[in-house]
């Protein structure tokens, strides 16, 4: 009885997996490659160096790891 309830969990944990890794994978272009997101910005040194007000793209949001949060 035993071995079979395992077999059991072992089959939700597979299907539970599939069904995820299905749902996150990127949206296709025709070409087959990922399509570009169109609300997506490149991160470039400027931006790392003067992050705008919203953006932490870093751990502590700028190279001297202040910390502060200019949002109201």
């Known amino acids: 009885m035993r ?4 077999s059991v969990l072992v089959g939700v944990v597979s299907l ?7 749902a996150v994978r990127p949206a296709m272009g025709a070409d087959g490659k990922a399509a570009p997101s169109s609300s997506y910005e490149p991160v470039t040194e400027q931006r790392l160096l003067q992050p705008a007000a919203g953006d932490w793209l870093m751990f502590r949001r700028t190279y001297d790891g202040q910390g502060y949060s200019p949002l109201d």
Request: charged letters at 10%; proline letters at 0%; aromatic letters at 10%.
């Open 3 to 6: 071995i079979r309830n395992w």
């Open 16 to 22: 539970v997996a599939i069904l995820t890794m299905s």
